[in-house]
């Protein structure tokens, strides 16, 4: 069953956040991962919660994505993404 990694976040650091990116992705796909979604600028319709920069990604399984964040290569370009942005993630199975 395909999982999705939904990740909301807010870049206070673009410049170091611009090294993120290009590092993330290959390893991204080294675990059978891909981008299917980048969204920006949000009109809330309902609710309070107001994101800011929307990636989703998605994967072959729910373990696929949590051994891509396990990963031990992922750990030093975590870091960049925790030093210039306020993060929001979570890992959902697909139903559909």
Request: glycine share 4%; hydrophobic share 40%.
């Amino acid at each position: 069953m395909k999982a999705y990694a939904m990740l909301d976040m807010d870049i206070h650091d673009p410049e170091t956040y611009s090294k993120y990116p290009p590092l993330v992705w290959p390893l991204i796909e080294k675990h059978g991962g891909k981008i299917t979604h980048r969204i920006s600028e949000f009109e809330v319709v309902e609710g309070d919660w107001c994101p800011n920069r929307m990636l989703i990604v998605e994967f072959p399984d729910k373990a696929t994505a949590k051994a891509f964040f396990d990963d031990p290569d992922y750990q030093p370009i975590k870091d960049i993404r925790l030093r210039s942005a306020t993060s929001l993630m979570a890992i959902g199975n697909s139903e559909m």
